[in-house]
């Protein structure tokens, strides 16, 4: 083998290891991405779930408050100021369906749910059935405690 074939091999090993590690690196990162995805999603679905399958109005905000940075907290409030009395109301969420936002010029610690579900509430004995489109905003304050919601909007309620 002459030197220069030699040092031929060396670089197409150097270039191909580098190739090599650079996917790796990507590889890895779609995974770390995947990871906070699948997160932010589990939290949303549990908040989403507390908030609205729920006996008493008491249960309901005990249920969300782990979820829920302070004012996420103070947005799910009816009059955004205080905690509505207790009341025993019957609620449940099916249908379930979730949407991520994806915009890459976004915050990576802000991001935007879109749920879409069924709503079936009792109250008094008379039933109703609601198709709910609300959208959650999560945050990661960076505290160490993860994503939480810091706000919600109620975009659509139809009565069925």
Known sequence: MT?????????AIFLLGGVGIGSLAYTSSLNQEKMKE????????????????????NQRYKAIRPYTTEKGYRSTFPS????????EVHSTV???????????????????VLN??????EFNGIGS???IVMKTVLV???????WKVDDIEMIIQNTH
Do not use: C
Not at 116 to 121: G, I, P, Q, R, V
Not at 140 to 146: A, I, S
């Open 3 to 11: 030197k220069r074939s030699f040092y031929a091999v060396w670089l």
């Open 38 to 57: 699948q997160t932010i999603m589990q939290q949303n679905r549990l908040f989403v779930e507390g908030f609205f399958n729920f006996e008493t109005t």
């Open 80 to 87: 955004g100021i205080e905690l509505p009395p207790d009341s």
């Open 94 to 112: 099916s249908d379930m369906k979730a949407y991520l936002q994806h915009d890459p010029s976004s915050d990576k610690k802000h991001t935007e």
């Open 116 to 121: 879409k579900f069924s709503l079936t509430t």
């Open 129 to 131: 059935v609601q198709t």
């Open 140 to 146: 990661d304050e960076g505290r160490g405690d993860g």
